[in-house]
């Protein structure tokens, strides 16, 4: 079955330093993973998704991601953390043979100035 | 149009009232999704809707009844709600044919308090 682990509930960033959040997943193949974002009382927008395509997957807002295969590992960072990226993240992936998205349990993001 | 557009926004209603919640996206997409979020939790999958027929329900309770008129509309209709049910309601739609690997799009949601 997949599934993804955040492996950070709460990150702190200073404005201006990279961003590192961290998700791994399982799955007995290849799978489609994703990255999204909610800010406060808002609904998810997608982030950026990795489709078996390149292993780097560059998303909105200045956000990237790598597949790396040999790590079971997606995960998301920016160079530059700007006080608007404050939110919380979820790393996701679809359920198999079912029409689910999986979430991981997210990852608060701060940013302080 | 890329959107997935939720009515109301904020909805307040007591144990006793009917209310529903409206959701519709005119993308095309054949599978459609209802969610509920708790605070600081991820969203929980209630309902799925594929060619607008209810594919899966993950054993929600009856008070929560989903509707699908028509291919750009889902409804879910609300009865005697309990203060727990109180959550954000998280819209999304997608292709059936590529289905969730290349993502939902959601809705802003409909903050709902239970009173």
């Known amino acids: 079955a997949q599934s993804v682990t955040q492996l950070d509930s709460h990150v702190s960033v200073s404005e201006g330093t990279p961003v590192l959040l961290r998700c791994n997943y399982s799955s007995s193949y290849s799978p489609s993973l994703f990255w999204y974002v909610q800010h406060p009382n808002k609904g998810l927008q997608l982030l950026l998704k990795y489709t078996s395509a390149a292993t780097l997957v560059k998303g909105i807002n200045g956000f990237e991601a790598e597949f790396k295969k040999s790590e079971t590992s997606f995960h998301l960072t920016k160079p530059s953390a700007h006080m608007s990226d404050a939110a919380e993240y979820f790393c996701v992936v679809p359920g198999g043979a079912t029409n689910k998205l999986i979430f991981g349990t997210g990852t608060l993001l701060a940013v302080q100035p | 149009d890329t959107e997935v557009t939720q009515t109301p926004k904020h909805l307040v209603m007591g144990m006793t009232n009917k209310k529903s919640l409206k959701c519709e996206q005119h993308?095309?997409?054949?599978?459609m999704y209802w969610y509920k979020q708790k605070a600081k939790k991820p969203p929980e999958l209630m309902f799925v809707y594929s060619y607008e027929k209810l594919s899966i329900n993950e054993s929600v309770p009856s008070r929560f009844s989903p509707e699908c008129p028509n291919s750009s509309l889902l409804n879910l209709h609300l009865h005697a709600l309990q203060p727990e049910d109180s959550a954000l309601y998280l819209c999304?739609?997608?292709?059936?044919?590529?289905?969730?690997?290349?993502?939902?799009?959601f809705g802003s949601g409909t903050r709902l308090t239970v009173v």
């Open positions: 993308m095309g997409h054949r599978a």
């Open positions: 999304a739609s997608s292709s059936v044919s590529t289905g969730p690997n290349y993502g939902y799009t």
